[in-house]
């Protein structure tokens, strides 16, 4: 996948050793991780670790603002046995912004850019995004890109030590709208 893309108002970029004070303070907050499925930041360098084992990986990246540079939340797509189709050419996209950040449309507009290239570049067949029940911000931003319900998972493992009702959604190729990506550019 390329290291940046951007649309009108963001750029997605790689995560750097450099996002770590940024993404503890948006990952501390306990709205942000839980509803995700995975535990709250508890320090600096836990988000470093973070960063270094988990974020900083081919697909996944940091939401930045064009307008002042600030880091606001994460996208990426994930393939294979790692994502909930457990197919290669099938991704699960995943995202979350930051708190001080609800409500501007960022998490539809990042997760369009990673859709106009899993279709466009990638040529995937589906593109799927799982999110646990009761997070109806997940839920909303699916419903805006298009994507429909295909079924709940009783059991979805969570990073929590618990298991959750894991909602998973599909959008095939021929039903993404390219309207919807015409604003996104890979650099």
């Not at 970029?13 to 450099?18: A, H, I, Q, V």
């Not at 990042?110 to 570049?121: R, S, V």
Request: hydrophobic letters at 35%.
């Amino acid at each position: 996948m390329k290291e940046q893309l951007k649309t009108e108002r963001l750029l997605l970029r790689r995560w750097t050793p450099e996002d770590a004070q940024t993404l503890y303070q948006l990952a501390s907050d306990p709205e942000i991780g839980p509803a995700a499925g995975w535990p709250v930041h508890t320090s600096v360098e836990n988000s470093l670790s973070i960063i270094r084992d988990v974020l900083d990986r081919d697909g996944t990246y940091a939401v930045i603002r064009r307008s002042d540079g600030l880091l606001v939340g994460s996208t990426g797509l994930r393939f294979g046995k790692d994502s909930c189709s457990g197919k290669e050419a099938e991704p699960e996209l995943g995202y979350w912004i930051g708190r001080p950040y609800w409500g501007n449309g960022y998490a539809p507009e990042a997760a369009a850019a990673l859709l106009a290239c899993a279709f466009g570049e990638l040529h995937c067949p589906k593109v799927w995004c799982c999110y646990y029940e009761g997070n109806r911000k997940s839920e909303r931003v699916t419903q805006k890109l298009g994507f429909s319900y295909v079924r709940t998972d009783p059991k979805g493992e969570t990073l929590l030590g618990y298991t959750l009702p894991e909602v998973e959604t599909v959008i095939p190729a021929d039903r993404w709208a390219p309207a919807r990506g015409e604003h996104t550019q890979s650099e």
